[in-house]
């Protein structure tokens, strides 16, 4: 049987019974269920306000565009960012007129604090932190310097569900956290995020700004005598980017199990570690900060002749994937070429291995003779 990167595990008839109950209520949209989750994301992460959306991506959008506007953050002002995330992280950037600044990545895949540090300016407004497998990287580093030059923080955590630092959940020292429970997350639904401001204003606006500017949406606007309150007024441009209760069904119940499928994803990369640490010459592992407890989204090994250890693995039905090319190769970013040569590095040598909650003991071993095999 073939080995693939990612397979959601879902407990499906619990899954079932809360999807259930948003049909017979009829209601599916935004409101009940997506209500129940957002307060439950609170609890499980202790941060002070959390608003369900239709992606990680909107989110993304969402937290610079807000805080561009709520600041007086300027056209071509500048955020400094990672050239190793999903093109979601940058795009948000982009498309709110703002200018990504690329700064390198260190040994952990995150942010390296010392090229953060090189790459500000007086144009400077915010510091994009990408927490890339589920890793923490140097972010409370990142937090200081932020804290020094006076810059606001998004943390980028779309990998980051369950991620603690000394038994803590990191996000609170940022203006506004983004988290993904996209389908092959830690927390999977079909397609989810959430957004966590720190600030109660900003968290009033990105509920209206994420259901088309309206100041209500229908779910406020209905009275539990079944009457439908229709006048409103559109305070800003937005967007449709709230969540749906048959969504939020599935990541209540997803959230229950996170922990639990966390802690057996942290033993599939300690079986993983056992045996390709054996090998440093030949394979390079990820750092871990102390402290750490990863969400261990991503196992990545970096590795001479990244391509053609694919194709080896394909050859024996394994399937893993590479996260992610630098995104300084995309045409709108291409005015960073060059400045970035670790991140160049990692994007032609990186290769994340299957880390998906039906893998066995086995599983890892074949994965790491093959690996080691085409290696050595």
């Known amino acids: 049987m073939s080995i693939q990167l990612f397979k959601a595990k879902y407990e499906v008839e619990e899954c079932l019974e809360e999807i259930r109950e948003c049909l017979e209520v009829g209601w599916t949209g935004m409101g009940f269920k997506t209500v129940k989750f957002e307060d439950a994301w609170k609890k499980y992460t202790r941060l002070p306000f959390a608003y369900y959306t239709n992606s990680s991506t909107i989110g993304l959008y969402m937290a610079v565009d807000i805080l561009k506007e709520e600041y007086g953050w300027g056209n071509e002002d500048e955020i400094i960012t990672s050239p190793i995330t999903?093109?979601?992280?940058?795009?948000?950037?982009?498309?709110?007129n703002m200018k990504p600044v690329f700064a390198d990545i260190d040994e952990t895949m995150c942010l390296d604090p010392k090229s953060v540090r090189e790459h500000i300016t007086d144009k400077t407004r915010a510091v994009m932190y990408v927490g890339l497998g589920g890793n923490i990287g140097h972010y409370y580093e990142i937090v200081k310097l932020c804290e020094e030059y006076g810059l606001k923080l998004i943390l980028d955590a779309a990998h980051m569900a369950g991620t603690r630092y000394k038994g803590e959940i990191p996000g609170n020292e940022a203006e506004v956290v983004v988290y993904s429970f996209q389908a092959v997350k830690?927390?999977?639904?079909?397609?989810?995020?959430?957004?966590?401001?720190?600030?109660?204003?900003?968290?009033?606006?990105?509920?209206?700004?994420?259901?088309?500017?309206?100041n209500k949406d229908t779910y406020a606007r209905t009275t539990n005598s079944g009457n439908y309150k229709w006048r409103y007024d559109v305070e800003y441009i937005g967007d449709k980017g709230h969540g749906n209760s048959i969504m939020a069904s599935i990541g209540l119940v997803q959230l229950k199990y996170l922990d639990r499928d966390n802690a057996y994803r942290r033993q599939l990369s300690k079986w993983y570690r056992d045996r390709l640490s054996q090998y440093p010459d030949r394979i390079k592992l990820v750092s871990i900060e102390e402290g750490c407890e990863s969400a261990c989204h991503l196992f990545q090994i970096c590795v001479d002749k990244r391509d053609e250890l694919i194709m080896a693995l394909n050859a024996a039905e394994i399937y893993p994937g590479v996260h992610y090319a630098n995104n300084i190769n995309y045409r709108m970013y291409e005015y960073a070429k060059g400045t970035c040569p670790y991140a160049e590095y990692v994007s032609e040598h990186t290769v994340s291995l299957p880390m998906n909650l039906y893998l066995t003991y086995e599983d890892i071993q074949k994965i790491c003779d093959e690996i080691i095999k085409f290696v050595i």
């Open 86 to 96: 999903f093109v979601s992280s940058n795009h948000a950037i982009l498309k709110s």
């Open 186 to 214: 830690n927390l999977p639904t079909a397609d989810s995020g959430m957004i966590c401001f720190k600030k109660g204003e900003f968290d009033e606006i990105v509920r209206k700004k994420c259901w088309l500017g309206i």
